[in-house]
């Protein structure tokens, strides 16, 4: 079936009314902690005060553009608003830095999701316009010396905010409300607004849009989302993906597949040897064996939804999926360089360039690079080395119609680490550093991201997007692969030489729409998605060697030539993908929202084996169908509380395996359900959710006990937890993302009935992290800050049997920084006790992965 031929693409649309929420607060200033939490008990009590938030109160103005103009005393802002609305306007101070919050109003910037300038004039630093929580737009206004204070007239298709700098806080707080007025002229007295507290943290991301497909505020969503934005990223020096993840509660490192791929599970979902979560990229996903490794340098955010997601991603493990978001061009020039350097050989520059193109902004640019350099703290021959570009380019085409190309390269080489091996009932008593394959194992990837995405605003309520995306990833690797057999201190070894090649193209296309019926209010998402992805796997064997794992002789083994040895594989596997789904969030009854939502996919795979010595030649071909609901529910008793439920569900084709008839199994599917609590404390400035699940997953194939050549869909497994995660603000300059999880995923069905009861492999029962920095606000040593933390993981089983066990690890964390308006110097430690650990488990003998010993990374950037 040709679908990316055949299918014709088709474009709808639909209208919605999101979610509002108007609620203004007066906090005292703050100069101290004791007089910022009587600020927060003043907040709580306004907000107690306050009348129950209205979802759809008045009309929700739509701030199309921005402009900075110098003044003769500071500056004025310029927001293009092509409509009439009433705002409400209240402030925030903290030293030279001025946070004033637009409500009732959306930042709608054709070409970006925020507006930054530095240095417009001598005496500020940076304006920073960005979106804030339920329809709020957050102003950041930093003075070098003075504090600014603010004007906000309101002008025929303009809101206007006069900034000017006192030399002293100004402590009378004030709360006006902006209306539409006749055109003032500029030096007329407006509205004066006063800072008086600090503004959003970094750690708190409000909006996600990987859980809807829209961009709506996480605490109005009824599932579990969770956000690691960059200030984590960049106040721990993560280096790796899983770095970043393990902030999330319930997402467990599953492996590199000897540096082929990044696997993880999300829920005890996902493994090296069936699939492990999605790793997206912008909301388009690669299909094939294997996940590419990829780069944090070009990633604002990483955000990650847990259960079941068919509705919005197709084909899926239950658990979840990570979802990586690129930065987006400024209108503003941007350059950032930086340099980080460690033990083992670290060296890893990068650099950040943004701006415009063209004078009148229709053209803006972004490009991000780094290379890095590296030897593995394991006892390989080859240093790894590193290359990652990205480059994005969007276009303005009108007003309403907006264009984005961007291409993301990288290309790596290094060792093939195929870990240690199970001895006994536990992991083997070597040292952590000894390799098993050989030292001189490598392994070269080329991963290449490229597409366009497009938009266009046929007005304030409807849009339609369209994007393609090529993903192509390939490896080659000349390795003695570990191990296939283990008997006690020697592992048998084979000799094995292997290319792999994936494509996939992707199409997109979606509407938005919003719209009233009666009392009700609607945002409907309805999309199609088409696929076509193919991978093919070349492999050569040699013969087996043994080797001593407590005394290894490492030229035992013997690495001939390609052309000296037969085929063993050579497949292809190629897939036609169609979704269509459709999406509703309804909001009513003031504070009560509801999520519909269904999705129709087929899926037409084929797989092509060349006849071999070792393998049948010849052709199959199964087709796939799925129909996938999701519903979610969430109630709202208080602004900063939500109570949600969910239910939803998710399917994957079984490929390849076929049952003793000779009939294509049918394809695995999950149900899962979850209820949870999520609530917005400190004045907006940090998220905690706390969630139960329960997740089903069927058609497990496992195998015929009639016939041990073929197979049976009939396996069973189910995971049940709970989870709590917290990220943003607890104090001025004290920032918090931590989580913990209970997992218990196991058997529940199996042909094996020894299996029946066991716990998934690789998958604790308990694991938690934390992470907290602290940056002094005032004062000679302003913005001198420290961070501390530790990440847990509990006890795991080695493999789906539960015949060996890999123990616990506890490590901790360390950070010191410093940083000013333009550089930031941080030196980083991890693993501080050098804990000894097994960070990953493939659920075989060998491939127990060890993690890295203790470590500095020390780095320098500048912005300019």
Do not use: C
């Amino acid at each position: 079936m040709k679908l990316m031929q055949n299918f014709p693409i088709f474009l709808l649309a639909s209208l919605a009314i999101p979610l509002e929420s108007a609620l203004a607060s007066e906090t005292k200033p703050a100069q101290t902690v004791q007089e910022w939490l009587q600020a927060q008990e003043q907040w709580h009590i306004n907000q107690a005060l306050s009348p129950t938030p209205q979802l759809a109160q008045a009309t929700v103005g739509q701030i199309t553009g921005v402009e900075v103009q110098p003044t003769e005393t500071g500056i004025q802002i310029l927001f293009n608003l092509p409509g009439g609305a009433d705002f409400q306007v209240t402030t925030e101070q903290q030293g030279t830095t001025l946070t004033a919050t637009i409500q009732n109003a959306q930042l709608n910037l054709p070409n970006q999701t925020e507006f930054q300038q530095d240095n417009p004039t001598a005496a500020i630093t940076s304006v920073l316009v960005k979106p804030g929580p339920d329809n709020t737009i957050e102003v950041v206004v930093v003075g070098k010396d003075g504090t600014p204070t603010v004007q906000f007239q309101q002008a025929e298709g303009q809101l206007i905010a006069v900034v000017g700098l006192t030399e002293t806080p100004i402590s009378t707080p004030q709360t006006e409300q902006v209306r539409p007025t006749p055109a003032p002229d500029i030096a007329q007295d407006g509205i004066e607004i006063v800072v008086t507290a600090e503004g959003a943290s970094g750690f708190f991301v409000p909006n996600a849009s990987t859980a809807l497909g829209t961009d709506t505020p996480i605490i109005n969503t009824p599932f579990s989302v969770q956000v690691v934005p960059q200030d984590v990223i960049r106040s721990q020096q993560a280096i790796t993906i899983q770095e970043a993840v393990i902030n999330v509660s319930s997402v467990i490192d599953a492996g590199t597949n000897a540096g082929r791929s990044a696997t993880f599970s999300i829920r005890g979902f996902g493994n090296q040897f069936s699939a492990g979560a999605p790793v997206l990229r912008d909301g388009f996903r690669i299909y094939g064996g294997f996940e590419p490794i990829p780069e944090l340098a070009n990633l604002e955010r990483v955000e990650v939804l847990k259960g079941p997601s068919s509705i919005l991603f197709g084909q899926i493990e239950p658990g979840g999926v990570i979802n990586l978001v690129s930065k987006r061009p400024t209108t503003e020039p941007f350059a950032e360089l930086e340099l980080q350097a460690g033990n083992f050989g670290l060296v890893r520059p990068r650099f950040d360039l943004s701006g415009p193109l063209t004078p009148n902004g229709s053209a803006l640019y972004r490009v991000n690079g780094v290379y890095q350099n590296e030897w593995s703290f394991r006892s390989f021959d080859n240093a790894q080395e590193r290359f990652s570009i990205a480059p994005v380019l969007v276009g303005k085409i009108d007003d309403r119609t907006d264009v984005e190309f961007s291409i993301e390269y990288i290309n790596s080489n290094g060792p093939a680490d195929f870990g240690i091996t199970q001895f006994g009932s536990g992991v083997a008593p070597i040292p952590y550093t000894r390799v098993i394959n050989d030292p001189n194992d490598t392994i070269a990837t080329t991963f290449t991201n490229m597409g366009y995405s497009f938009e266009h605003r046929f007005n304030d309520n409807w849009k339609i997007r369209n994007g393609f995306r090529y993903l192509s990833y390939s490896y080659d690797y000349s390795v003695v692969a570990l191990p296939f057999i283990v008997l006690g201190p020697e592992v048998i070894r084979f000799y094995a030489d292997q290319d792999g090649d994936q494509n996939s193209y992707s199409l997109s296309t979606s509407a938005v729409g919003k719209f009233a019926t009666g009392f009700v209010q609607h945002e409907l998402l309805l999309g199609v998605d088409l696929n076509r992805a193919e991978d093919r796997i070349i492999t050569v064997f040699g013969g087996p060697s043994i080797l001593n794992i407590f005394n290894p002789d490492y030229d035992l083994a013997n690495k001939p030539s390609r052309s000296q040895l037969p085929l063993f594989g050579n497949t292809l596997n190629s897939a036609d993908r169609l979704g269509i789904y459709l999406q509703d969030q309804v909001s009513f009854l003031k504070n009560l929202i509801l999520v519909a939502g269904l999705r129709y996919d087929t899926v037409t795979q084929k797989t092509t084996n060349v006849q071999t010595a070792f393998i049948q030649g010849g052709a199959s071909e199964q087709t796939d169908d799925a129909v996938t609901p999701r519903f979610g529910l969430l109630y709202r008793p208080m602004p900063e509380l939500s109570l949600f439920a969910n239910y939803s569900q998710s399917f994957s084709p079984n490929i390849g395996a076929v049952s003793a008839s000779g009939q294509p199994l049918p394809p695995t599917r999950g149900q899962g359900f979850e209820f949870g609590i999520k609530t917005e404390l400190f004045q907006e400035n940090l998220l905690a959710t706390l969630t139960y699940y329960d997740i089903t997953k069927q058609n497990v194939v496992t195998a015929d006990p009639t016939n041990l050549l073929f197979s049976a869909a009939v396996g069973e497994q189910q995971s049940q937890g709970f989870e709590f995660d917290v990220t943003g603000q607890i104090l001025p300059g004290l920032k918090i993302i931590g989580s913990y999880a209970y997992i218990n995923a196991r058997v529940t069905a199996d042909t094996d009935p020894s299996l029946v009861g066991n716990q998934f492999f690789g998958v604790p029962y308990n694991s938690a992290s934390l992470w907290m920095t602290y940056e002094l606000q005032s004062g000679p040593l302003q913005g001198l800050g420290f961070g501390a933390g530790f990440n847990y993981v509990g006890n795991r089983y080695g493999n789906l049997q539960n015949n060996f066990t890999v123990g616990d690890y506890f490590i901790g964390n360390a950070a010191i920084f410093y940083q000013r308006d333009r550089y930031r110097i941080a030196l980083n430690f991890k693993n501080l006790g050098n804990a000894q650990y097994i960070q990953a488990l493939t659920g075989n003998e060998g491939g127990l992965e060890p993690g890295q010993p203790f470590a500095m990374i020390g780095s320098f950037s500048y912005r300019f």
